[in-house]
């Protein structure tokens, strides 16, 4: 497979301002007609090329002549000699035959398509790209009994009966659109209906399409619906636009939803909720995602992306503004922390690997690879950055000169910068470099005082990564604060310091008591600080800095100090430190219980590993099993307290400070249990038993499949009887078991896989396996490297069926470099083997050879 480069982007020879498509809808065989009306585009001799994959060619027609087809490279190629014409085509696809879940395909009796980024093609014959934006007339005709429900983009226009047992409907969507927001959807599906009323007084009518008996299970969904229309509006100015906004829950999906112009189709683990069978985390999740694919609405449908190296143009922003609804509907302290914790895990491995790239890449071989935490996640900081360094009242008339000015295009990310340079007046030219630089910049940080003033002395290094050895200094916004070592009052208030330098120093002036360093607080710039840390310093931000972001900080960072020097010593772990804080969160009158969890929780075992230099996961996993021991037994007092008083939340309410009691519940139970083990048991069975919603089941099974497959036994099988008909809690069973910590998990995972409720075929299943065991470090790197040739088996086995699902497991292979050389050389054989597999996919295959360079 090639490389497609940013540099080489070229505007379209063709446009297709006018489609019309007729589908005669069958699972087994559906015939997809489509009339494009089509325009040169400049003024050139070329042909008109256009993408198809898997479609059988009935016909082709240039107004209304009949054509013979001729293909290059697999693409259709049409000799034009006028200013416009008229093609169509007819062709033939096999839904159910399409495992690879892009396109149109089948999923439990409901027909669904997903087009991003470039699964139109395996529909129609069609320029697959996203700056040809088309107005779209639709016409789905399926049998009536079958497929009682049939939708697509924009407004209904028509429906009636047709002949043996069908009906049809007809759509237009008035929005030109990239035919990557192309959707539609046939099935047997029931209506959660709402109305939403908007700013300027349009009627909008809501519908969340699911199987019938999951009907009672979309109320959460439409309230966060209803709730970010309206955060939309009095956040960004934003109102909707069509007479519909439609959400279908589909069980086979690769992603987590999908924003087609208003149709959106979701993962039905982001639709379906309610506390007896979903989490508190995935209740947020489910308002997140629904509030993300809404956003979309303007932020990538509005306004797209002129090709796929601008992703985080949308993505990027659409995680920002969906960061921002989470913040305003809940406590934003806490979500901030959650939003770091996500970064750290999954996007700061990214860009210390061999798969680092910048949030606006410069080559792919395939797109699907490039939806990564890095574009999403990084992409949404780097606006965050902006709107730090503007403010929020510039940030906003930027967005709103972004909206205005590029409404029906599809636009780069340099026209994004453009606008809040405009808006605000500000010079952005050095901040771009986050665009095109990878790397996670660590900054060096020390303060200096003397007599009456203090100097923050900082140092700034962006690590090479691959295709880009050396860096430039980024533009750095530090919110820093110094606090009295002594009053622990802040001596000096809060301001932004820009770091654009190689080496920088910023005074400080009347200072005249000992002071610590508060820096980067709330995670204002995504980098890893070293600060050179006085004694004493660490532990008293720990207990009292005045930005709860950096207190939590603080307290990750003493954790961190201690375990690493054990790890990397060899000698036990000095847990005073760690203790006392630990002991202080649990007993503070004043702190959230939602952010006493957080801050009790020791760093993750992967985190600890980054921080490393060729780590022994065995080693990491005792060092930290040691220090949860020890809380567990020191703490038993504070800890049990704590967990009664958390015991009091009411089952029945989704408030934060209820949600905030049942996370501290949960790692007060798991703290408990690793100090004792037979104590941790009878208690966590008896909330098992006693449980009202899901966090307390779940978080109660967890703790007893940690402490051993006979401990945990009857509550699994109670888990799985309770909810053997649910497939999104069954996923959960499947994920907890394979997510249990030490070598013996393996030989559960090979079991858990010949279980008849185990299919490669299902995405949500796969990821609940093979996702969590890999994300299991002490099972997963076993010393054997049986783990690796698992999950090895499993990616050319799943490789066959869905590319795309398949070469999401390749990373955890790639993080070789990070593990000691015996094990690393077992990860890179399992990769040489995956590489050496015929007919692997470009999506494995790019991401294996990647990983292995
Ligand atoms: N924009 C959506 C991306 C997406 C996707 C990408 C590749 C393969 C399948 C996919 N399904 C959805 C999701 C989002 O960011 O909102
Ligand atoms: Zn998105």
Redesign the pocket.
Known sequence: PTAIRREDYQAPDWLVPEVELKFGLDPARTVVTARLTVKRNGGHDRPLELDGEELELLSLKVDGEKREARFEDGRLVVDLTGAAATVETEVVIAPEKNSQ??GLYASGGILCT?C??E?FRRITFFPDRPDVLSRYRVRLEADKARFPVLLANGNPVEEGEAEDGKHFALWEDPFPKPCYLFAIVAGDLQCNADRFTTMSGREVELGIWVREADLPKTRLAMQALKDSMAWDERTYGREYDLDRFNIVAVSD???????NKGLNIFNTRYVLADPETASDGDIDAVAA?VA??YF?NWS?NRVTCRDWFQLSL??GL?VFRDQGFSEDMGSAAVQRIDQVRTLRAAQFPEDAGPLAHPIRPDSYMEI?NF?TATV?NKGAEVIRMMRTILGSEAYRKGTDLYFERHDGQAVTCEDFVACMEEASGADLRQFRLWYSQAGTPTVRARLEQVDGGATLHLAQEVPPTPGQPAKQPMAIPLKVALIGADSGREIAGERLVMLERAEQSISFAGIDEPAFLSINRGFSAPVIVEADRKPGEIEALAAGDSDSFARFEAGQELMIRDLLAAITSGGPVATDAILTAVGATLRSQSLDPAFKADAIALPSESLLTDKLDRADPARVHAVREEVRRAIGNALKDDLSRAYTQASAADPASLSGADKGLRRLRAATLALLAAGDPQFGAGLAQRQYDEARTMTERQSALMVLAMLGPDIAAKALDDFYARFEDDPLVIDKWFAVQASVPGEATLAAVERLQSQPAFTMSNPNRLRALAGSFAGTPSAFHRADGLGYDWLAEVIVAADKLNP?TAARFVAPLGRWRKIEEGRAAKMRGALQRILGEPGLSKDVFELASKSLG
């Open positions: 879940l892009m997903q991003e980024a699964g999906f690769n992603f987590g939803a999908m924003e995602v993300h694919e979309h990538g949308k993505e659409t699907a939806y999403y795309q």
